[in-house]
T-cell receptor
Framework: ETGVTQTPRHLVMGMTNKKSLKCEQH?????MYWYKQSAKKPLELMFV???????ENNSVPSRFSPECPNSSHLFLHLHTLQPEDSALYLC???????????FGPGTRLTVL | AQTVTQSQPEMSVQEAETVTLSCTYD???????LFWYKQPPSRQMILVIR??????QNATENRFSVNFQKAAKSFSLKISDSQLGDAAMYFC?????????FGAGTRLTVKP
């Protein structure tokens, strides 16, 4: 596969469930990102990893827990989510800090 | 705080004609990057064009060009010879290191 992939593409979970989103980039990039996209709102940057180190956490609730085991993989662990967390979660990667980002197709998350 | 504003939630253009999407941003920095991203109905976000703030020349990519007015903090996207495949959500984005901000988007409809 090429580019940035995300699994699963769709996820429905209850408020007490624990689930994880996975992102993988095949572009040789060294930075990876998680975004939340809600309807009619700007994309919200959640987390940034550079060379596997978290460099940005934009006041994201602790029920979202990122993990970056290597520069190609990024996870977002979810637990005790709220219905307002329902959104499209996008993963992105980039090569250098100032370069454009390449996005995955997203995971559509619904919290019941 | 840096913000990105897209004042046109929706725009419509006739096929083969030209349309301009507006974007303004707020920053106190002099060195940054600006981007236009396109998100078709399939949801994969792709880069359309980028502009380095230190460059005075407006970026151009085939039918897509920008009008970058640094003093006015304006960054509009012009699409020439519009095609049906241009129909999508268009997002303006600002980036300086890990500070990445997106506008709320403009939905472009192309009429045959």
């Amino acid at each position: 596969e090429t580019g940035v992939t995300q699994t699963p593409r769709h996820l429905v979970m209850g408020m007490t469930n624990k689930k994880s989103l996975k992102c993988e980039q095949h572009l040789g990039h060294n930075a990876m990102y998680w975004y939340k996209q809600s309807a009619k709102k700007p994309l919200e940057l959640m987390f940034v990893y550079n060379f596997k180190e978290q460099t940005e956490n934009n006041s994201v609730p602790s029920r979202f827990s990122p993990e970056c085991p290597n520069s190609s993989h990024l996870f977002l662990h979810l637990h005790t989510l709220q219905p307002e967390d329902s959104a499209l979660y996008l993963c992105a990667s980039s090569h250098y800090e100032y370069n454009e980002q390449f996005f995955g197709p997203g995971t559509r998350l619904t919290v019941l | 705080a840096q913000t990105v504003t897209q004042s046109q939630p929706e725009m419509s253009v006739q096929e083969a004609e030209t349309v301009t999407l507006s974007c303004t941003y707020d920053t106190s920095e002099s060195d940054y990057y600006l981007f236009w991203y396109k998100q078709p109905p399939s949801r994969q976000m792709i880069l359309v064009i980028r502009q380095e703030a230190y460059k005075q020349q407006n970026a151009t990519e085939n039918r897509f060009s920008v009008n970058f007015q640094k003093a006015a903090k304006s960054f509009s996207l012009k699409i020439s010879d519009s095609q049906l495949g241009d129909a999508a959500m268009y997002f303006c984005a600002y980036r300086r290191t890990n500070d990445m901000r997106f506008g709320a988007g403009t939905r472009l409809t192309v009429k045959p």
